[in-house]
């Protein structure tokens, strides 16, 4: 089905948050502020590589008006954080690593003021020459920046099956090709920041931007020296994530800073502080050697990849752990040999960014794929349909994963697309001079959902009748502007007919949420999903037991329906337009907001038997918060990061190239995606969108360029992310919803999977437009320009 509004009927739904934010009146976490607060800033090392020898803050401290200064002795717990390995300094003690480590910070009564103190902190450095690449990080007589060598390595991983060098001697044809990827950023609009708040019970509250509010709360408590419970941490709305707000970045500070003023504490990052301090996507080397049969079919895949994970970890690992599984496609190869390397160095820090690494390695392993058909003289299509996986193959890593008919789906509907059959007319439009060119690419993609086999991800929920007489669902998502709450709302007014008005939805709060684990790896709406589905069993066994109790009517005659419960036949027939039936006894007439137990009619009709604020009076408010805890399905099998659950897209583009300037500009695109059924076609088609843009930007124009491990690109005046300007006019979304019978998964999440595949149909796109063959991303324009002394057709002339 073609994702839009005219075929989504009454599944499109009004996002509830959508009138405050276009509006402006919906307070992010940044905009908050309370009375008597201060305004924290943290100073960051000039130099990416120095021994610090002193540091002196009494000039500071003695500043009016100047509330706090901190360093490394001020932090009372542990000075480290990072999720999965906590390698990152609050604040440097002896060595700084990159240009946004931070070295101490203030708290004083105006921003301007807490600027002037962070320049009156004299640190003396001895500045030490930075490894400004892999390479160099890689160099035998590299110095260490890390104790937990040996060298630099972060992580390693490894795929062998087969014996690839056999089969290489055996291939008809074998391509050769090394994949450059860029240092994308995040440009979130709203950066890193919060208010920290000291509460007069002791505890701390902490209102900032992150993807998992329960791992904050964990980490300020090891930083502060704390019990977890000390702490609140609430967590949305955020102005913007795809990954980037994961790790801490403002908190640790701000936390420690409000501690020791017993004030409230706002941190926000400028936008230059977010380019120097913040996660930027891995940049990937991937050289890749592929061969295949004479008939066409892969027999060999040697993969080596790079990542420069920077200073820190971060996640650095899983990232690499993902890229390596995806590096091979949703193709069936029988000898596989994928060696992988993350490195540190003392660039800026890479971490968590939507498609997780999937979005390198699939650039890559389509690339090859291109070359190969083109090597066979066949097309490009046909040739991915001669090599994908069968239905009940096993996944990439030899891993059982769950059995969809996903792949072959989107091969199909791209197939039979308009937009992939331009291909073979590409240059059809009429009246194009000849220094533009056009091209139509495709790629197709299985990405893994969750966080994989061995990695704690749990999930979970509360479904609860509130005191206001109120379905109440809360869950440790957070909203980061992907229509978490809109995807909620539906599933809950699907589940129990009711109406949005009777559903009060809870999320990113530690105090009033149960833990569901991270808002990450396109997991949200799936587990969510699960936990309803689990839910709902009590709850309304609950709920139509008591109304059954005061109405006198048996219970299996009841559902939940507006307002409260009704009768199920008079509940069908208002959904259906019918008459109903005269109740069978004759009760006063329903008030909603009265808590008695009421039959009647409204407007003429059948009405709520029991309102849910009546129910909510039967027992014990605790007999009514139902919760449920599992865990994120993985594969049943030993293999370490592995995914079980997948979701399959292919994407066409067409896409235009001016030879004189080099600029590339894509035209239309075409998505398909398979990721079960379509809960919130508003909110799909939103994330589809969103990652083709995001993906656009990674293809042709972003890139965080770093010289010297210094950040050349400082500022988004020069870091250039899609506008309006050049966004492709048409894209259009196809969903493909099909389950296999009996799946109890569900909806799929589709958070990352529309960024994962286009920038390989650009590029093929562009090859057929110029002959070009692209392998490294951003596309630079000089490769793509031709010489000004282009022959001309006659009679053309260049007006």
């Given at each position: 089905m073609l994702i839009h509004r005219e075929n989504s009927g009454k599944r499109w739904h009004l996002r509830p948050d959508g009138a405050g934010k276009v509006t402006g009146q919906l307070q992010y976490l940044t905009d908050m502020s309370l009375p008597d607060m201060v305004y924290g800033r943290v100073l960051r090392s000039p130099y990416p590589y120095a021994r610090i020898l002193s540091i002196h803050t009494e000039e500071a401290e003695s500043m009016e008006g100047v509330h706090a200064v901190l360093t490394a002795k001020d932090v009372p717990g542990l000075n480290r954080f990072g999720i999965a390995t906590p390698d990152q300094p609050v604040f440097c003690e002896d060595v700084v690593r990159y240009v946004g480590d931070a070295v101490a910070a203030v708290a004083a009564d105006t921003p301007e003021r807490a600027a002037l103190a962070l320049e009156a902190i004299r640190v003396s450095y001895e500045e030490l020459v930075p490894l400004d690449s892999t390479d160099a990080a890689l160099a035998?007589?590299?110095?260490e920046l890390h104790e937990h060598g040996p060298g630099n390595v972060l992580h390693r991983t490894e795929i062998k099956r087969g014996n690839v060098e056999e089969a290489f001697a055996a291939c008809e044809h074998v391509v050769t090709e090394t994949y450059y990827t860029p240092r994308q950023m995040h440009a979130y609009m709203e950066t890193e920041g919060g208010l920290f708040v000291p509460e007069r019970d002791g505890r701390l509250h902490v209102y900032a931007a992150t993807q998992h509010g329960y791992k904050d709360r964990m980490q300020l408590a090891r930083i502060i020296g704390c019990s977890e419970e000390d702490i609140r941490v609430v967590s949305s709305p955020i102005g913007g994530s795809f990954g980037g707000?994961?790790?801490?970045?403002?908190?640790?500070?701000?936390?420690?800073?409000?501690?020791?003023?017993?004030?409230?504490?706002?941190?926000?990052?400028?936008?230059?502080?977010?380019?120097?301090?913040?996660?930027?996507?891995?940049?990937?080397?991937?050289?890749?050697?592929?061969?295949?049969?004479?008939?066409?079919?892969?027999?060999?895949?040697?993969?080596?990849?790079?990542?420069?994970?920077?200073?820190?970890?971060?996640?650095?690992?899983?990232?690499?752990?993902?890229?390596?599984?995806?590096?091979?496609?949703?193709?069936?190869?029988?000898?596989?040999?994928?060696?992988?390397?993350?490195?540190?160095?003392?660039?800026?820090?890479?971490?968590?960014?939507?498609?997780?690494?999937?979005?390198?390695?699939?650039?890559?392993?389509?690339?090859?794929?291109?070359?190969?058909?083109?090597?066979?003289?066949?097309?490009?299509?046909?040739?991915?349909?001669?090599?994908?996986?069968?239905?009940?193959?096993?996944?990439?890593?030899?891993?059982?994963?769950?059995?969809?008919?996903?792949?072959?789906?989107?091969?199909?509907?791209?197939?039979?697309?308009?937009?992939?059959?331009?291909?073979?007319?590409?240059?059809?439009?009429?009246?194009?001079?000849?220094?533009?060119?056009?091209?139509?690419?495709?790629?197709?993609?299985?990405?893994?959902?969750?966080l994989g086999y061995g990695i704690p991800d749990p999930a979970g929920g509360r479904l609860s009748l509130n005191a206001s007489g109120r379905i109440e669902a809360a869950f440790g998502y957070e909203e980061f502007g992907q229509g978490l709450v809109a995807t909620l709302e539906i599933m809950l007014c699907d589940l129990f007919q009711c109406s949005r008005s009777d559903l009060s939805i809870i999320i990113g709060d530690t105090d009033k949420v149960p833990h569901s684990g991270s808002s990450t790896a396109s997991r949200s709406t799936t587990m969510a999903w699960m936990a309803l589905q689990r839910l709902q069993v009590p709850f309304r066994a609950r709920v139509l037991e008591a109304a059954s109790g005061l109405s006198g009517i048996p219970k299996d005659e009841l559902a939940t329906g507006p307002g409260g419960v009704w009768r199920a036949k008079d509940l069908a027939c208002m959904?259906?337009?019918?008459?109903?039936?005269?109740?069978?006894?004759?009760?006063?007439?329903?008030?909603?907001?009265?808590?008695?137990?009421?039959?009647?009619?409204?407007?003429?009709?059948?009405?709520?038997?029991?309102?849910?604020?009546?129910?909510?009076?039967?027992?014990?408010?605790?007999?009514?918060?139902?919760?449920?805890?599992?865990?994120?399905?993985?594969?049943?099998?030993?293999?370490?990061?592995?995914?079980?659950?997948?979701?399959?897209?292919?994407?066409?583009?067409?896409?235009?190239?001016?030879?004189?300037?080099?600029?590339?500009?894509?035209l239309d695109t075409r998505h398909v995606v398979a990721a079960g059924p379509v809960i919130n076609p508003m909110g799909f088609l939103g994330q589809i969108e969103g990652g083709s843009v995001m993906a656009l930007g990674f293809t042709l124009t972003e890139d965080a360029v770093m010289k010297d491990s210094r950040y050349v690109t400082t500022n988004l005046d020069t870091y250039l992310i899609p506008t309006i300007r050049d966004i492709h006019a048409s894209l259009e979304v196809e969903a493909i919803e099909d389950l296999p019978e009996g799946d109890p998964y569900g909806p799929r999440g589709i958070g990352e999977i529309g960024s994962v595949a286009l920038a390989p149909a650009i590029t093929a796109a562009i090859h057929q437009a110029t002959g070009e063959w692209l392998t490294r991303l951003p596309v630079s324009r000089e490769q793509l320009m031709r010489p000004l002394d282009v022959p001309l057709e006659e009679g053309v002339s260049h007006g």
């Amino acid at each position: 089905m073609l994702i839009h509004r005219e075929n989504s009927g009454k599944r499109w739904h009004l996002r509830p948050d959508g009138a405050g934010k276009v509006t402006g009146q919906l307070q992010y976490l940044t905009d908050m502020s309370l009375p008597d607060m201060v305004y924290g800033r943290v100073l960051r090392s000039p130099y990416p590589y120095a021994r610090i020898l002193s540091i002196h803050t009494e000039e500071a401290e003695s500043m009016e008006g100047v509330h706090a200064v901190l360093t490394a002795k001020d932090v009372p717990g542990l000075n480290r954080f990072g999720i999965a390995t906590p390698d990152q300094p609050v604040f440097c003690e002896d060595v700084v690593r990159y240009v946004g480590d931070a070295v101490a910070a203030v708290a004083a009564d105006t921003p301007e003021r807490a600027a002037l103190a962070l320049e009156a902190i004299r640190v003396s450095y001895e500045e030490l020459v930075p490894l400004d690449s892999t390479d160099a990080a890689l160099a035998p007589e590299a110095p260490e920046l890390h104790e937990h060598g040996p060298g630099n390595v972060l992580h390693r991983t490894e795929i062998k099956r087969g014996n690839v060098e056999e089969a290489f001697a055996a291939c008809e044809h074998v391509v050769t090709e090394t994949y450059y990827t860029p240092r994308q950023m995040h440009a979130y609009m709203e950066t890193e920041g919060g208010l920290f708040v000291p509460e007069r019970d002791g505890r701390l509250h902490v209102y900032a931007a992150t993807q998992h509010g329960y791992k904050d709360r964990m980490q300020l408590a090891r930083i502060i020296g704390c019990s977890e419970e000390d702490i609140r941490v609430v967590s949305s709305p955020i102005g913007g994530s795809f990954g980037g707000k994961d790790e801490l970045n403002v908190q640790p500070y701000g936390a420690l800073l409000a501690l020791r003023c017993g004030r409230p504490v706002k941190m926000h990052n400028s936008r230059k502080e977010s380019v120097r301090a913040g996660l930027k996507r891995h940049p990937m080397k991937i050289e890749m050697q592929t061969g295949i049969s004479p008939e066409g079919m892969i027999l060999a895949h040697k993969v080596r990849i790079t990542a420069d994970t920077g200073a820190y970890a971060t996640l650095g690992a899983p990232v690499l752990n993902f890229a390596t599984e995806h590096c091979l496609g949703p193709y069936a190869i029988p000898n596989v040999d994928v060696e992988g390397v993350s490195v540190y160095t003392n660039n800026g820090v890479s971490g968590e960014f939507r498609g997780f690494g999937g979005n390198q390695a699939i650039f890559a392993m389509e690339g090859q794929m291109d070359r190969l058909a083109a090597i066979m003289n066949m097309d490009p299509w046909e040739f991915r349909r001669r090599n994908l996986r069968a239905k009940t193959d096993p996944g990439p890593l030899n891993q059982r994963i769950l059995v969809t008919d996903g792949l072959a789906q989107v091969w199909e509907a791209m197939d039979r697309s308009e937009l992939w059959q331009k291909r073979l007319r590409p240059q059809a439009a009429a009246n194009l001079p000849p220094w533009i060119k056009r091209g139509v690419g495709a790629a197709i993609a299985m990405h893994g959902a969750g966080l994989g086999y061995g990695i704690p991800d749990p999930a979970g929920g509360r479904l609860s009748l509130n005191a206001s007489g109120r379905i109440e669902a809360a869950f440790g998502y957070e909203e980061f502007g992907q229509g978490l709450v809109a995807t909620l709302e539906i599933m809950l007014c699907d589940l129990f007919q009711c109406s949005r008005s009777d559903l009060s939805i809870i999320i990113g709060d530690t105090d009033k949420v149960p833990h569901s684990g991270s808002s990450t790896a396109s997991r949200s709406t799936t587990m969510a999903w699960m936990a309803l589905q689990r839910l709902q069993v009590p709850f309304r066994a609950r709920v139509l037991e008591a109304a059954s109790g005061l109405s006198g009517i048996p219970k299996d005659e009841l559902a939940t329906g507006p307002g409260g419960v009704w009768r199920a036949k008079d509940l069908a027939c208002m959904e259906d337009g019918s008459e109903a039936e005269k109740p069978e006894t004759e009760f006063p007439e329903i008030t909603r907001n009265e808590d008695k137990v009421r039959v009647g009619t409204r407007s003429g009709g059948p009405a709520a038997i029991v309102s849910y604020q009546a129910l909510v009076q039967q027992g014990e408010p605790e007999d009514w918060v139902f919760d449920t805890h599992f865990e994120y399905p993985t594969t049943p099998d030993n293999v370490v990061g592995g995914h079980y659950l997948y979701t399959y897209a292919a994407v066409a583009a067409e896409v235009e190239v001016n030879t004189l300037t080099g600029e590339a500009r894509l035209l239309d695109t075409r998505h398909v995606v398979a990721a079960g059924p379509v809960i919130n076609p508003m909110g799909f088609l939103g994330q589809i969108e969103g990652g083709s843009v995001m993906a656009l930007g990674f293809t042709l124009t972003e890139d965080a360029v770093m010289k010297d491990s210094r950040y050349v690109t400082t500022n988004l005046d020069t870091y250039l992310i899609p506008t309006i300007r050049d966004i492709h006019a048409s894209l259009e979304v196809e969903a493909i919803e099909d389950l296999p019978e009996g799946d109890p998964y569900g909806p799929r999440g589709i958070g990352e999977i529309g960024s994962v595949a286009l920038a390989p149909a650009i590029t093929a796109a562009i090859h057929q437009a110029t002959g070009e063959w692209l392998t490294r991303l951003p596309v630079s324009r000089e490769q793509l320009m031709r010489p000004l002394d282009v022959p001309l057709e006659e009679g053309v002339s260049h007006g």
